[in-house]
């Protein structure tokens, strides 16, 4: 299910979610709609979409020897537990029935979090346009996790250090696109995006004077568009 909140901050909206739908923070995932600063005429907000977690009840019902909520991270890449080696079968088997060689190990686990890096020749074609293949690949692995029994546990797939190299282009192309925007007071709208990497452009411009952001679209890869919100114009 998803539900929108406003508030004057996004910790704010977030902790009104959390009070209104009665469910912890690990509970749902917050998408970024629109951002409002204080100005002469305007009192500022953050309106956020939450997506809410089902079957949260379920969590633990997997017979496992290791405790995701311990919160630290770990070196060791052979599966631990049943979960675990499955959840790495899984996903073996289905770079492997798309015709691509592949090793797959976990990088980190973390509470409610659990890393998986695949390597391959292929990695280019795994990762996909903007990242498009592997954030299917990772879907499909949190389906699979769900389907286990561990609907709270969020899998992060990862090849080539993409994930990182990605944030770290999209913090570049936000500054670069503010700087911009605020120079012609012309808004710009950038490339369709997943709910993360939106959020990253969200929060990476929130606190710069005269810019606000606005997701547009629908479905799962929305825009952010760039506005100028200056009194000069």
Known sequence: MTYEFEGKTEKEA?????????????QFDVEILETQKNSLFKKGYVK????????????GTANENIDYDEGTRVANPVPQGEFEEKLIDFVKNVVEKMGYDVK???IFREEKKIGIKLDSEHSSILIGRKGKNLDALQLLANIYAGRLGHEEIRVILDTENYRIRREESLVRLAYTTADKVHQSHQSILLEPMNPFER???????????DIETKSEGEGLYK????IYKGFGR
């Open 104 to 106: 797959v190990d976990i």
């Open 48 to 59: 956020i979409c939450v997506h809410t977690v089902e079957n949260v009840q379920a969590k």
């Open 199 to 209: 959020r990253l452009i969200h929060t990476t411009l929130n606190d710069i004077p």
């Open 14 to 26: 977030i902790e009104l979610a959390a009070s209104e739908l009665g469910l912890n923070r690990d």
């Open 223 to 226: 825009q952010v568009r760039i």
